[in-house]
């Protein structure tokens, strides 16, 4: 049974930091691209950041292009997202996801999901 369990999520003030952990189990996580998704309040979920099963290759949303970093520990079976700059449209359900294919970065494309965690970010 695949599980993903994220972590780290919390209120923050505008400009501060948070860095979001994703445990997995279940799965062959070295043979699996990772990404974050989130979803604010009335609004349609939306993708975040992707990186692929070695790590080699990262993508961003361009909304947090430069203040968002995606970084992995496969020996650890754990993605993770570290935010910096966070601004108060950061607030959202924070959820990471599986996905066995190549560049992935639209949700369909992921096969497993975590349950999420909340980001509010206080102006």
């Known amino acids: 049974q695949v599980q993903l369990v994220e972590s780290g999520g919390g209120l923050v003030q505008a400009g501060g930091s948070l860095r979001l952990s994703c445990a997995a189990s279940?799965?062959?996580?070295?043979?699996?691209?990772m990404g974050w998704f989130r979803q604010a309040p009335g609004k349609v979920r939306e993708f975040v950041t992707a990186i692929s099963w070695s790590g080699g290759s990262t993508y961003y949303a361009d909304s947090v292009k430069g203040r968002f970093t995606i970084s992995r520990e496969n020996a650890k079976n754990t993605v993770y997202l570290h935010m910096n700059s966070l601004k108060p449209e950061d607030t959202a359900v924070y959820s990471c996801?599986?996905?066995?294919?190549?560049?992935?970065?639209?949700?369909?494309?992921?096969?497993?999901w975590g349950q999420g965690t909340q980001v509010t970010v206080s102006s």
């Open positions: 279940g799965l062959t996580f070295s043979t699996y691209g």
């Open positions: 996801a599986a996905s066995q294919f190549r560049g992935a970065t639209m949700g369909r494309m992921f096969g497993y």
